[in-house]
């Protein structure tokens, strides 16, 4: 079943694809072109902006976020060489950890020069600097040539994207056999609880962060599906964002002089929009999902070259 589209999808649709392009690239980009220290203050110290993995309520964020680098790292298995995209690579909190836990070559994208900036920073001083390569661009203007990529990140990213099906089927060309596509976001239920176009969630999805576009997840894996991938896991991260969201607001509230000094009335938005979504997971209003995926092999012959 497939989402009645928000006020903002139908705006979306309107515009058409590259003057939506165009709107993305400005309205999300400017979340991001917030000082970095900003967001040092309210994350963990690698700056994920997208949800940790909880165990247990009470655990503290970098814990939560530790396992969720650790999780990613064991789905994506990457080997010597291979290649890897990270899809709105945000400061660069899964490409660097990535980075600096195998031998992969990673190709981080975003819309935001500041995060570029920052993000190359850091994988200089994480001495990764000659296996990353950070782009600003939008997604849909990448060259991926097809079957050069082994691995593929969406991490709170996704949800920005209003062209799905046309992205979708761009990365899936550009993996190779076997390779892996892993997505954290958030996702409207089926069934409707609450309303998907109020004030509250257009101050999210516009004021606060630009453009978002939730599906249902049963919608996006068939996307992922229609694509010639095997979705292999699915994870509910539904409680953990809620937890981290917590976190967060706690340290925008502990931090909030410095932030209005860097930013007038940023501390303000932010707060709004994290209570709002945290109360949203907290009632199953979004959902928040890690969907893992991989690109069909064609079969191997069996041993002796016995066929069923
Ligand atoms: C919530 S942040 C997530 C950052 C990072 N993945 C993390 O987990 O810390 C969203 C990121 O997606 C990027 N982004 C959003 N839409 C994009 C697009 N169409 N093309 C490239 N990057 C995009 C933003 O610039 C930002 O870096």
Redesign the pocket.
Known sequence: MTALPTQLEREAEARGALTQREH?RQA??AH?ENHPEIFSLVLDRR????TGIFRREEEDLETAQARKYAWIAEQLAIQPGQTVL??????G??LLYLAEHTEGCFRG????AR?REEALARAKRAGVEGRVRIDL????ELDLPSESLDAVLF???IV??HNREAIHEKVARALRPGGRLLISDCFFPVEARGDRDSAASRYIFETALGYCRLLHLSDELGLIERCGLDVVRVEDLTASYACTLGRWIDNVRAHRGRIETLAPGFPRVLQVYMTIARLSFLRRRALEYMVVAVKGKPPRPLAGGVQP
Not at 47 to 50: D, E, N, P, V
Not at 86 to 91: A, E, H, K, S, Y
Not at 137 to 140: K, M, P, Q, S, T
């Open positions: 993305e999300v980009a991001y700056l994920a902006y997208a990270d899809v709105g690579c945000g400061w909190s899964n994208v975003t819309l935001s995060q661009a939008h997604v849909e991490v709170g990213s920005h994207m």
